[in-house]
């Protein structure tokens, strides 16, 4: 049974960075594709980035530029840096894995706030 965990989160103001962590368990995380989404309040959920077995990462048009994913796979850690971040940017982020079945974890709120 694959589990996801994602520690991290929290409040961060208009222009700043936070990095976010999953951590995968259950499986083999090498041959998962990854991936974030967010669930702004009021809205549905949505893609942010994933990054394939092989490390090919692919971005939301409205992150490209200022979001990052990336994988360790010798830590089964899959990782999304978040820089010059927006009010928009304010959701609860989901950690997803997807190989045949799709994991997600149980979700972490960023907040970008002044």
């Known amino acids: 049974q694959v589990q996801l965990v994602e520690p991290g989160g929290g409040l961060v103001q208009p222009g700043g960075s936070l990095r976010l962590s999953c951590a995968f368990s259950?499986?083999?995380?090498?041959?998962?594709?990854m991936g974030w989404f967010r669930q702004p309040p009021g809205k549905q959920r949505e893609l942010v980035a994933t990054?394939?077995?092989?490390?090919?990462?692919k971005y939301a048009d409205s992150v490209t530029g200022r979001f990052t994913i990336s994988r360790d796979n010798a830590e089964n850690t899959v990782y999304l840096q978040m820089n010059s971040l927006k009010f928009e940017d304010t959701a609860v982020y989901y950690c997803?894995?997807?190989?045949?079945?799709?994991?997600w974890g149980q979700g972490t709120q960023v907040t970008v706030s002044s």
């Open positions: 997803n894995a997807d190989h045949i079945l799709t994991y």
């Open positions: 990054i394939t077995s092989g490390g090919r990462p």
């Open positions: 259950g499986s083999i995380f090498s041959t998962y594709t």
